[in-house]
Each structure stands twice: as C-alpha cells, then as structure tokens.
C-alpha cells in the first residue's frame, strides 16, 4: 500500500479559497498512491482559534467538494485533514473528513480530545464522542487528530474496533516536536499497528509549526519522516507486517486491564481499633 502524506505550508497571506485550490491540485497529483493524508485544519491553521467561527462550514460545504472532486480525478483514499465544521444547530467542531476513491465520503470524525486547557479550541468547539474506523482494501484505518495523540486508551479503542493503520492529521507546534515524533512511535509500538501522522509547516496565528510528518511502523521504526517545510512524504507500506507482529509478539493478547477485564473487590477493611472478630 502506497501512502503519500501532503504536509501543507499555511502562509497567512495565502487565502483559503487559494490554498483550497492549490491542495486539490497536490491531491490530484498523487495518482499512484492507494492513501493520502492531509493536515489539521489546513484551510485556517490549527492556532488560528479567532478565525474559526468565520472560517466554519457545513460538512457538506466548500472544503467537501473541493477534495471530494480531487478523491475521485486522482482515483485515492483521502483523508482530506480536518475543517472547522458548523453543524445545523451552529455548534463547532474539528471535523477530519475520509473520502473514498470514487468521491464518496467514507467517513467522518470529530475531534473527540480538544486542545488549550479551558482556553482556544477547548472552548469554541464540541468534543466529539465517537470513534471511527474504516476498512481500506489493504488495511482498517483508525481516525484521530492532533491532541488525541497524548491519550493512549482512544488507541486502544481503536484496535479494539479491528483498526491495523492510525491515520492522523496534526497542526502540532515546533516547541513540541521532541513529544510528537516520541508519542507517534509510542502509539505504534503498543498498539501494534501503522502510524501515519501528517502534521502542517509554516505559522498559524504566530506559532510555528512542526512539520515532520512521520510514518511509523508496528515495530517503532520510523519508515519516513519530512523536514520543516512543506512536502510530500511518500511510503510504501506492507499491510500484512501488522499481523505478522502481533503475532511473533503476541503482546496484546496478555492484556488485563480494559472494559472487558474481570473487576476483583476486596473486602471492606475494618475500622481501626475495632478488629473483626
């Protein structure tokens, strides 16, 4: 399976129409890839949180169509990123959007871990609540965005749902890149399963971006890694090494602890100075 993740420079000059264009001509110019993954937010960068409400648009809106078309002329899975979605009722949400080689959207999910501590993102927008898996001829995709990358049991989730292959779309920022490269190579290794984390370059609202999208396999070697800049990181990818690990490493076999794990009390402990008789 050939993956090509496109990490999109957001320029602050550049208006979102114009880069909307510019990313479906980069979509469409991967046409011997099987999957293509975009970034978090690309259409008005990640930190950009006073353009958001702005910005916002239905799922079905500008954005939809634009890589809906480009899915279809280029004849790949896409993961198109992530858009500020406004839903009927005017709620927010970081929505990341999985159309189908024919056009089709595939699949949806909203960002369920926001980021900013009650500050930003934390505050404008909605918590998603579901977890979402999509199965690909060669693998089953799990969907996760930036900040779930810190939060190990949505993982879980997703392998529990049969999910071989993490797709995530990033706006992660520089100050952190030691944390990203660390957590995507972590989240490989224990869950067993293909890392494929595309992140922006250039500054959103000030803040410079990581860049360095990376591809890590079940194993935690990073296969592929891009600079700082804007780039197209391509990989081919044996879908059939998951397997294959877990089971000469049959490790997720001994878990013991999760919802379907057997509780075990103890008995109440007596007051002291009152022993049981």
Not at 35 to 51: D, I, K, N
Not at 67 to 82: C, E, I, N, P, T
Not at 209 to 228: K, M, N, R, T
Request: aromatic share 8%; charged share 25%.
């Amino acid at each position: 399976m050939r993956a090509s993740l496109i990490q999109i420079g957001v320029d602050e000059d550049e208006s979102v129409d114009s880069r909307r264009r510019r990313v479906a001509s980069l979509v469409r110019g991967q046409t011997g890839a099987d999957l293509v993954v975009l970034p978090e937010l690309w259409t008005t960068g990640a930190f950009a949180y006073e353009s958001f409400a702005e910005a916002a648009e239905p799922l079905q809106g500008p954005t939809y169509e634009a890589m809906a078309k480009a899915a279809s002329d280029a004849g790949v899975w896409l993961h198109a990123g992530s858009i500020p979605e406004r839903d009927p009722d005017g709620r927010l949400y970081n929505t990341s959007l999985v159309f189908s080689p024919s056009g089709g959207l595939a699949a949806a999910y909203r960002k369920i871990h926001r980021f900013g501590f009650d500050k930003g993102e934390a505050v404008l927008m909605g918590a998603g609540a579901e977890l979402v898996t999509l199965r690909l001829p060669e693998t089953t995709l799990g969907v996760a965005t930036c900040y779930d990358l810190r939060f190990p049991e949505l993982f879980r989730g997703l392998v529990d749902a049969g999910a071989e292959t993490f797709v995530l779309c990033a706006g992660w920022p520089e100050r952190r890149r030691s944390h990203w490269t660390l957590l995507a190579q972590a989240r490989a290794v224990e869950n067993q399963a293909y890392v494929l984390a595309c992140g922006t370059a250039g500054t959103h609202a000030g803040v410079p971006q990581a860049g360095h999208s990376i591809v890590v396999d079940p194993w935690g070697e990073v296969l592929a890694e891009a600079g700082s800049g804007e780039e197209v990181l391509t990989v081919d990818l044996d879908p059939a090494k998951v397997a294959t690990t877990r089971e000469q490493f049959p490790a997720l076999k001994d878990r013991r602890l999760g919802l379907e794990a057997p509780t075990r009390q103890r008995p109440p402990r007596e007051p002291l100075g009152h022993p049981a008789p």
